[in-house]
């Protein structure tokens, strides 16, 4: 299956458009501190899963998720400490996203890992 069939690979190139959309109302010195890495986080999530699903193995597979889950985790960090420091609100759908994402990542990789 092609990554781009993938609801996990979806799911995540819509968190990437939402992340782009919410670091653009941080303050213009963040450029590049928190900007530049919650967009690199969240660059890293579909980039993992399509370098993952082009590889020759299942096993190499679930490498690539794992470095995408560890890029999520991080990516929902980075919007924490952006609420924390005020430079946007909360937001209950990009939250509601984050963890939808996580949840098929998981399960992703748990199905990778019994198929194997």
């Not at 109302?25 to 993952?52: M, W």
């Amino acid at each position: 299956m092609e990554h781009i069939d993938l609801d996990v690979w979806k799911y995540s190139m819509n968190l990437v458009e939402d992340i782009y959309k919410l670091s653009s109302k941080f303050p213009d010195d963040e450029r590049y501190g928190l900007t530049s890495q919650i967009r690199r986080a969240a660059i890293s999530i579909p980039s993992n899963i399509a370098e993952g699903s082009g590889r020759k193995s299942d096993k190499e597979l679930i490498q690539f998720i794992s470095i995408a889950l560890g890029s999520l985790t991080e990516l929902e960090t980075q919007y924490l400490i952006a609420i924390k420091l005020k430079y946007v609100d909360k937001n209950d759908g990009l939250m509601t996203l984050i963890l939808k994402v996580k949840q098929l990542l998981l399960g992703f990789r748990n199905y990778l890992k019994r198929k194997g």
